[in-house]
């Protein structure tokens, strides 16, 4: 019945975007052959060749490329949709293709000429930390110098293009804005950093620049997009679909426990046994919550979407529903981690072999994502921050 729940908030959600079906029609296909590369990239520390080919030729890089430009054209909602599929299988894999989709919506943000030498094909994966953790001078003559050490380089292994934030220091001025630079891969130092207990297969390296001179054309705002349109006006379209992985992750999570408890429950029955009542309460419980939480996320993606597609539409309208959705976001990595802990602790002392399942590993995954900037409690302080007022004081909110 679960599946059928979440199959009914499908066809209410995604009825007029035929698109999003394909892709999820062949991640189904593929779905044997990537929980064995998730399995492998657990152990590697990375996605493995083959899995980011698959992928690669599948279009899944491309879910936020337009059409015209040779992708997938997926709305922000569609494209949290197939991560949240992808999550059901691995976090890790759907956290890569989740980075490595971005390449379709940084091309909106540089000049057509710029942007045609650094995505000159589809296909393309990006990888790279924005946050403004590095500095790029410019030296007055149509290039800047580039330094800074990026953590959570999460796919920068297999990725064709790499970026850095900067703070964007402009010709003698010792004032800085908050930039993205695309830097040149074969120049920058990849440091094996990613040993962890989460998210071990995304591969999230740290990486480092020195003294690297790049022109400066090649850095851009997410505040000044060069194409219109919801995939680039607001600036927070690379964020709007991460919620998919942690609802995936969580589907995944509750559909084996679910299955498990269900093969429980037929054995006493017939026996002519009652289940115990917690059980059942927690049952419904948890699954009211995943559906709760899927609703939520794909309803804010769908209102954004209307929302800026609307031209013009007011300022009010936009700042709205984007710190509505930012809110939402966070509380499905947070809530998506709650629900697996308890699906856990349903299970009691079998939930800790990993002959049981893979509940532990998709644990571990959601502690590691909740550590993101989009999952943490400050993000609320922001949004209620803005709720009753207040400015701009983060660089998504």
């Known amino acids: 019945m679960l599946q059928t729940m979440l199959q009914q908030q499908d066809d209410y959600f995604f009825a007029e975007e035929d698109r999003v079906w394909d892709v999820l029609e062949w991640v189904q296909e593929h779905r044997l052959e990537l929980q064995d590369h998730g399995v492998k990239a657990r152990q590697g520390g990375r996605l493995p060749d083959s899995c980011v080919e698959l992928l690669r030729t599948g279009g899944l890089f ?35 293709v989740m980075i490595g989709m971005d390449s379709g919506i940084y091309r909106g943000f540089l000049p057509s000429s710029v942007s ?19 500095t790029a001078v410019d030296l007055g003559n149509g290039t800047c110098q580039v330094n800074g050490r990026w953590q959570f380089g999460s796919g920068i292994d297999h990725a064709d293009v790499l ?29 094996q950093t990613w040993d962890t207990w989460g998210l071990q297969g ?49 589907v995944g999570g509750l559909s084996a426990v679910v299955a498990g408890v269900q093969k429980k ?36 993606l769908a209102t954004a979407w209307d929302v ?6 007011t300022q009010a309208d936009q700042d709205s529903i984007l710190v509505a959705s930012a809110a939402i976001r966070q509380r499905a990595f947070q809530g998506s981690r709650d629900l697996v802990m308890k699906a856990g602790d349903l299970l009691g ?3 800790v072999y990993v002959s049981a399942g893979d ?37 998504f909110l």
């Open 359 to 395: 509940l532990g590993a998709r644990l571990s995954d959601l502690h590691v994502m909740c550590q993101h900037a989009v999952a943490q409690q400050s993000l609320l302080e922001l949004a209620g921050n803005r709720i009753l007022g207040g400015k701009t004081a983060g660089p």
């Open 265 to 300: 429950v037929a054995a006493l029955l017939k026996e002519g046994e009652k289940p115990n009542d917690r059980v059942l309460h927690s049952i419904g419980n948890l699954t009211a919550d995943l559906l709760s939480l899927r609703a939520s996320v794909y309803s804010s």
């Open 116 to 134: 045609e030498e650094v995505f000159p094909t589809s296909g393309l994966i990006s990888a790279g930390w924005i946050h403004p953790q590095g």
């Open 308 to 313: 800026y597609q609307q031209n013009p539409h």
């Open 349 to 351: 002392a079998q939930a």
């Open 202 to 250: 995304s591969g999230s390296q740290h990486y480092s620049a020195e003294g690297l001179i790049i022109p400066t054309e090649r850095t851009f705002s997410l505040h000044e997009p060069k194409l219109d349109g919801p995939m680039h006006r607001p600036h927070d379209a690379i964020l709007r679909k991460m919620a998919g992985i942690p609802l995936g992750v969580a």
């Open 62 to 96: 491309d879910l936020a490329l337009s059409t015209e430009q040779g992708g997938r054209g997926l709305t922000s909602a569609a494209q949290a949709r197939v991560l949240e599929e992808l999550g059901t299988i691995d976090g890790s894999l759907a956290w890569c």
């Open 163 to 191: 970026l850095g934030g900067v703070r964007y220091f402009a010709h003698d001025s010792s004032e800085w804005t908050w930039r993205i630079a695309v830097l040149d891969k074969q120049s920058v130092k990849v440091e």
